[in-house]
């Protein structure tokens, strides 16, 4: 591909299936030479929360070239006047399980300071696969998780509302990524508020 003869903010490159050694090798090869042309960040399929520590989710750190990657950004940052980041863009979710909310929510609680317990009992009730796959067994639809959702909403909302000072006493990346707890802490509980209701998992 020649990468010399486009102007884009935003370049998407898929693959046809997961866990295919060539594909991750080739998306490597390409990201080293579109450095080159301004591009200073990359995002891949894997829990955006794992990727702020430079993990993966979904098994994607078996791959070879993904650890690869991770090892030629480190360093390329060492020496870099403008480093480059890694990102993921998925929730926390595997095929037949969702994590609990509590820690992304304590996460947020702390960074804000706040002395507010997160109520979200055994954390094995929400990451067993029948949380998911049988909405009985889901406590998504709980009182307990309905409040959790306020809760998060009002973490969330403190974030957004006191950004400047938390910024400045902290740092933009610190904030970041307490907004990144958040919603997904947030989208975890919608998740599961999805996986409670009645019918099918088509129609869920």
Do not use: K
């Amino acid at each position: 591909m020649d990468v010399t003869d486009f102007t884009a903010e935003l370049l998407a490159f898929g693959e046809p299936t997961h866990f295919e050694p060539a594909f991750a090798r080739i998306r490597n090869e390409l990201f080293a030479r579109l450095t080159a042309h301004g591009f200073r960040s990359i995002a891949l399929e894997t829990d955006r929360v794992a990727a702020l520590d430079g993990g993966f989710s979904h098994g994607f750190g078996e791959v070879r070239a993904n650890r690869q990657l991770l090892e030629w950004l480190r360093e390329y940052n060492e020496t870099a006047a403008e480093p480059l980041s890694f990102h993921g863009f998925d929730a926390p979710t595997e095929m037949f399980s969702a994590p609990s909310p509590r820690r992304y929510l304590e996460h947020v609680r702390d960074y804000l300071g706040l002395d507010v317990d997160v109520e979200a009992g055994d954390d094995e009730r929400w990451s067993r696969s029948e949380a998911i796959l049988d909405p009985a067994e889901s406590p998504g639809a709980t009182l307990e998780a309905r409040e959790l959702r306020i809760l998060a909403d009002d973490l969330l909302t403190a974030l957004h509302a006191d950004a400047p000072r938390l910024i400045a006493a902290t740092s933009r990346a610190a904030w970041d990524r307490a907004r990144i707890h958040a919603t997904a802490g947030l989208d975890l509980l919608r998740y599961h508020a999805a996986s409670a209701r009645p019918g099918d998992r088509d129609t869920r």
